[in-house]
């Protein structure tokens, strides 16, 4: 009765186990899919500004020493980390 109780316990850790990987994949995948560049509905290439960090149509962009900015004020302002 010992033995059968622990073969229980085992098989259930290893359900468990798989349960857990899958659940693990399937959050990195969708982390994955978030690091993907931006884009709209229309397929349209998003920038993130790099000032506040908000995003905008790439067409819009005020570029500066290689930094991306959503407006001519957050250009001048600067990148912030
Ligand atoms: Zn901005």
Known sequence: MGKLLLW???VAV???MM????ILQRKSERAADRRVPGRSGKGELMLRCDH???HFPAEEAERDAGHV???PEHRRAGARP
Do not use: F, R, W
């Open 8 to 10: 229980i316990g085992v």
């Open 14 to 16: 290893v359900v468990a």
């Open 19 to 22: 349960k857990l990987s899958t």
């Open 52 to 54: 506040c960090g908000v």
């Open 69 to 71: 900015y959503c407006s």
